[in-house]
T-cell receptor
Framework: GAGVSQTPSNKVTEKGKYVELRCDPI?????LYWYRQSLGQGPEFLIY????????DSGLPNDRFFAVRPEGSVSTLKIQRTERGDSAVYLC?????????????FGPGTRLTVL | AQSVTQLGSHVSVSEGALVLLRCNYS??????LFWYVQYPNQGLQLLLK??????LVKGINGFEAEFKKSETSFHLTKPSAHMSDAAEYFC????????????FGAGTRLFVKA
């Protein structure tokens, strides 16, 4: 079946602009996660949804970052007033439920470049 | 708070040699531990996971890892490296602290020489 998909695959924007990154999880997966991966680093947790609600958003770096999942499926990560330091690969993952032992299935990521 | 340390950002082995990638974790509660692999231009893929059952965990592609609580380690091994094993490997820890945050290590890039 289809895996996790993310769009766009690449996004180039200018400092100060607003961007939206989209994640389509695997059908039936109730848990959805966003991570940010900078060059040479491991994925850094941003936020996790169980259904429509953000169960843990402690990884969001500041109030310029916001994510939604209005119908419990597709999620959008929104970044306002982008800064050059926001440049990274943004990864989305989904799992059947939020249990700790559940495997997370990752999408290919969106590479964001802020000029 | 939980954390993960991967010793060695780069590891190079010859084809057919033992692969050993080191991971140490810190957690105040019993952890769940994972190894993920990232091949070039591909997404992360689960290799194996420890969820408090057997301490020796077998994964895909001949990899295995042993959970050692006394050493707070979860090292990844493979008896004989193959060229196709060249990739980035990430160790991760997840604990139930009211949320289900997963913390990843910085990664170890494995090079396999012919």
């Amino acid at each position: 079946g289809a895996g996790v998909s993310q769009t766009p695959s690449n996004k180039v924007t200018e400092k100060g602009k607003y961007v939206e990154l989209r994640c389509d999880p695997i059908s039936g997966h109730t848990a959805l996660y966003w991570y940010r991966q900078s060059l040479g680093q491991g994925p850094e947790f941003l936020i996790y949804f169980q259904g429509t609600g953000a169960a843990d958003d402690s990884g969001l770096p500041n109030d310029r970052f916001f994510a939604v999942r209005p119908e419990g499926s597709v999620s959008t990560l929104k970044i306002q007033r982008t800064e050059r330091g926001d440049s990274a690969v943004y990864l989305c993952a989904s799992s059947l439920s939020s249990g700790n032992g559940n495997e997370q299935f990752f999408g290919p990521g969106t590479r964001l470049t802020v000029l | 708070a939980q954390s993960v340390t991967q010793l060695g950002s780069h590891v190079s082995v010859s084809e057919g040699a033992l692969v050993l990638l080191r991971c140490n974790y810190s957690s105040s509660v019993p952890p769940y531990l994972f190894w993920y692999v990232q091949y070039p231009n591909q997404g992360l893929q689960l290799l194996l996971k420890y969820t408090s059952a057997a301490t020796l965990v077998k994964g895909i592609n001949g990899f295995e890892a042993e959970f050692k609580k006394s050493e707070t380690s979860f090292h990844l091994t493979k008896p004989s490296a193959h060229m196709s094993d060249a990739a980035e490997y990430f160790c991760a820890v997840s604990v139930n602290t009211g949320g289900f945050k997963t913390i990843f290590g910085a990664g170890t890039r494995l090079f396999v020489k012919a």
